[in-house]
């Protein structure tokens, strides 16, 4: 294996670690709530649950950007073998968590914000390592390669947090760590030295500790909007809500001069004023907004609606979501590498252009589908989308890095992958909102009916809907019977036959399905209409240059 392609290889299982590790924790959290005795629908472990998801893309989107500023000081290589040795670190510590309850769930939050560090480190710099080693007309293939180590991660993550759960919730976690260690050793062998950086290492701490204040303050915010509040479905209507937004776009206001008057600001703004820069890093923000529609909406769809209406058993439902969606991951590995290629024959602003144009197109197909839908279909429309992703991503950013020389490249990269993965952050945030504030005025009366009609007591089915059903949801994501999971958090007896018939899989899809239809349909609307911004701003970036 030649220096290249041992760099590549690097970034590959980097890469397809990460993915990994994201999709088998969703599978697993009722396993490892279960291993740590919490109940995920008290206080506590509602918290848990959002925080477990949440702290590694949070603590990602706060650093990676400060940490690609550092890496073009310190060395690219060098940053990226930390990264992978953290993360590594991080994985053995989230697998070995001792205790339960509190103490336990508190040590895991932390440790996945420990992740994140290393999170940050790695992909503030793999993209920009590559863009340095190899020319410009081999760059599109090899980020195309590292597209499709990433879709393998996630689908691998699928199943093997589904089989390792139901064996010892703790192997999920401990999974990760072989290729860590691999990760680890093989970066300092052959990317260590790699970028070795300006050696200039004057740090502006004053402007990294704003930017991480600032939005620190603007993605808590956004998490919390999601959280029920004194009585409502949502937390829009908490004062502690918008103060949080307030002060991190206050924060964000007075970074920009401040930024602009430093020597060695951690923001580089100026990069901005590159055409082919700026366009592209927001095409590619509004698209991983889109994005939330293809995760989010399409999973809760599945897992709270159309397989349960098919019969299917709630604790089966987050792994046969995760293989109905297999169809999008597999067209948007394929598609990755042709997309890298296509940047050498059309550009990678056609290229990526298309690839935004075609996800939209996909979610407008969304919108038009029945309840009732044969697979065949659906699957050829996320397959679609998911080949709009692989077009996309790897022209893209090629196209980002390539307008910007080396020593500012892993700079660019963090502030790419910073708002990418606020786009993912605020994505999540709207689009539970859109879900939830689309069906708000129809989904208790219909539950309620539903319930009267099954024979539960006017007086239960009204204690059984105090709880917002925005928790219900939150129970079919995790695998849980959302009409049992109601019950019990309102103490609400009934007869054996009623409670059998409220518990089916059917009931409560059937309930909510005609008041979230709409909802649903906001959502793909939004999202396409996100989708086709991308590509016009992706078509708007202007001639192409490529710096070696």
Do not use: C
């Not at 060695?264 to 994005?291: H, W």
């Amino acid at each position: 294996m030649d220096h290249r392609g041992a760099i590549l290889f690097n970034s590959v299982l980097g890469s397809f670690m990460a993915s990994m590790n994201i999709s088998a924790l969703v599978i697993a959290l009722p396993a490892v709530f279960r291993g740590i005795g919490i109940d995920p629908f008290s206080p506590l472990g509602f918290m848990s649950m959002l925080w477990l998801i949440l702290a590694y893309p949070f603590t990602v989107a706060v650093l990676v950007a400060i940490a690609g500023r550092l890496s073009d000081m310190y060395g690219k290589g060098r940053a990226f073998t930390l990264g992978a040795a953290v993360f590594t670190a991080a994985s053995l510590l989230l697998g070995l968590t001792p205790g339960t309850g509190a103490a336990a769930a508190l040590q895991m939050i932390a440790y996945r914000a420990l992740q994140g560090v290393g999170g940050a480190l790695m992909f503030s710099n793999s993209a920009a390592i590559i863009a340095d080693v190899f020319p410009p007309h081999e760059r599109g293939i090899a980020q195309g390669i590292v597209g499709i180590s990433f879709s393998a991660g996630s689908l691998t993550g699928l199943l093997a947090g589904g089989a390792l759960a139901v064996i010892d919730w703790r192997l999920t976690f401990l999974a990760n760590v072989p290729f860590g260690v691999l990760n680890a050793l093989w970066s300092y062998k052959v990317m260590y030295r790699v970028s070795p950086g300006t050696g200039k290492v004057v740090v502006d701490w004053v402007g990294a500790a704003v930017l991480a204040t600032a939005l620190f303050l603007l993605l808590m915010g956004l998490a919390l909007s999601t959280v029920p509040y004194d009585g409502h479905a949502l937390g829009w209507s908490a004062p502690y809500v918008w103060a949080l937004l307030a002060g991190g776009a206050a924060l964000i206001a007075a970074l920009i001069p401040l930024e602009r008057r430093a020597r060695t600001p951690m923001l580089r703004l100026d990069l901005f004023s590159n055409k082919q820069f700026s366009f592209g890093v927001f095409s590619a923000f509004l698209l991983f907004l889109a994005q939330g529609a293809n995760v989010f909406v399409l999973s809760i769809f599945l897992q709270a609606v159309y397989l349960p209406m098919g019969g299917m058993p709630y604790e089966l439902t987050p792994l046969w979501a995760g293989i109905y969606l297999i169809p999008n991951s597999v067209a948007s590995a394929v598609f990755a590498p042709i997309g890298g290629k296509l940047v050498n024959r059309l550009g990678a602003r056609s290229v990526a252009t298309a690839g935004a144009a075609l996800m939209g197109m996909g979610f407008e197909m969304l919108s038009a589908l029945p309840l009732s839908f044969h697979y065949a279909l659906f699957a050829a429309i996320v397959a679609l989308i998911g080949a709009g992703t692989g077009l996309f991503m790897s022209p893209n950013l090629v196209s980002i890095l390539s307008a910007v020389p080396s020593s500012t490249r892993a700079a660019a990269s963090g502030v790419r992958a910073m708002l990418q993965n606020i786009g993912t952050l605020l994505s999540f945030a709207v689009f539970i909102s859109l879900i939830v504030a689309g069906s708000a005025a129809a989904l208790g009366p219909s539950i309620y009916n539903a319930l009267v009609g099954a024979g539960v007591p006017p007086d239960s089915a009204r204690l059984l809907l105090s709880t917002p059903p925005v928790v219900a949801f939150f129970a079919a994501f995790l695998g849980y019977n959302p009409m049992a999971t109601l019950a019990s958090l309102n103490h609400v007896q009934l007869g054996g036959a009623v409670y059998a018939a409220i518990t089916r899989p059917q009931f409560f899809a059937d309930a909510v399905a005609p008041a979230l239809i709409d909802g649903f349909h906001y959502a793909y609307h939004l999202a396409a209409a996100f989708a086709f911004a991308a590509a016009l701003l992706s078509a708007l970036r202007g001639k192409e240059v490529f710096v070696e």
